[in-house]
C-alpha cells in the first residue's frame, strides 16, 4: 500500500467554550491553531461562548489574519474543512447535518480529562463512526474512554506538547541557589499555600501564576526564564523541561 500524503489547508477546532482563565484545555486549542497558522493554513475556532481573556490571546497569535473565531452556528456555513478537532461533544450545526448526509473529513475528538463530566463521550457509538483518531490527555483517559465504549484501536495518547516558540527565543539562566519562584497552578492545593508563606518568609521571591494568584496571564518562555525554578502540573511542567529550568510538579 502507498503512504498518503496529507496535510490540511482548513481547519476547525470546535469545543464548547473559549474564555475562562488560562487554563491547559484552552492552550491545547491555542497551541493546534498557532501550529496550523504557522503553516499557513487557513483556521476556524467555533466556540459556544468566546470571549477575553483567551479570545484576546487567540486574535494576538501570529499568523492570526488567516484564524476565525465563531460563536454561532449558524455563522459556519462551510463545511469544506480538511481536518476538525471535536472537544466538549461540541460541533457546529452545519457539520453535524452535513456528516449525516454522507459528509466525508478527518475528525479527532479530543477527550483531555478522565474525570470532568463534558469530557466524556456522548454517544460512543457515533464518536466511534466518526472518528478517524480519538486523543486522550493521558493513559488514565484513555482507560476511562475505553470503559465509556470508545474504540480502544482508534484511542491515541496524545502526550502534551510544547511549541517551538516556548524554547527557540529565551534561554534559562537561574541562580545557584533558589531565589524566585513561579507557582503555576489554577487549583492551588491548601498545602501550597502553606509552602507560599514559609518560602516568602524565608526572603524566596514567590509568584502565584493562575486562578487565585497575584498574577494571571498566558505563560511564556520570557515569563518562566525569569525564575529559578518552577512548581506546577499539565502544560507549565513541559515549557519547564524544554526550557531547562528546574521543575517541581506537585
Not at 545557584?176 to 503555576?184: E, F, G, K, N, R
Request: charged share 25%; net charge negative; glycine share 6%.
Amino acid at each position: 500500500m502507498s503512504k498518503v500524503n496529507f496535510f490540511p489547508r482548513k481547519v476547525l477546532i470546535s469545543t464548547g467554550e473559549l474564555f475562562r482563565y488560562i487554563h491547559g484545555a484552552n492552550m491545547v486549542f491555542l497551541e493546534l491553531a498557532e501550529y496550523f497558522l504557522s503553516k499557513d493554513c487557513e483556521v476556524v475556532i467555533y466556540a459556544n461562548l468566546a470571549l477575553p481573556p483567551m479570545l484576546d490571546e487567540a486574535l494576538r497569535l501570529p499568523g492570526a489574519e488567516k484564524l476565525s473565531i465563531i460563536d454561532d452556528p449558524d455563522k459556519i456555513v462551510d463545511d469544506d474543512f480538511d481536518l476538525i478537532f471535536m472537544h466538549d461533544n461540541t460541533l457546529p450545526d452545519n457539520i453535524v447535518k452535513g456528516l449525516s448526509e454522507g459528509l466525508r473529513t478527518r475528525i479527532v475528538p479530543l477527550h483531555l480529562s478522565p474525570i470532568v463530566p463534558i469530557e466524556m463521550p456522548l454517544f460512543a457509538g457515533v464518536e466511534n463512526s466518526i472518528a478517524d483518531v480519538i486523543a486522550c490527555v493521558s493513559e488514565e483517559s484513555a482507560e476511562e474512554m475505553i470503559g465509556r465504549g470508545l474504540d480502544r484501536k482508534k484511542l491515541w495518547v496524545m502526550e502534551n506538547f510544547v511549541p517551538i516558540s516556548i524554547h527557540d527565543t529565551y534561554k534559562y539562566k537561574g541562580n545557584d541557589t533558589l531565589q524566585s519562584l513561579a507557582i503555576v497552578t489554577n487549583h492551588l492545593p491548601k498545602e501550597l499555600e502553606g509552602v507560599i508563606k514559609l518560602l516568602r518568609k524565608s526572603g524566596i521571591q514567590v509568584d502565584h501564576f493562575g486562578a487565585g494568584g497575584n498574577k494571571l496571564v498566558k505563560i511564556s518562555a520570557e515569563i518562566l526564564t525569569q525564575y529559578d525554578a518552577v512548581m506546577s502540573i499539565g502544560k507549565t511542567v513541559q515549557y519547564a523541561l524544554s526550557l531547562g529550568i528546574p521543575v517541581y510538579l506537585y
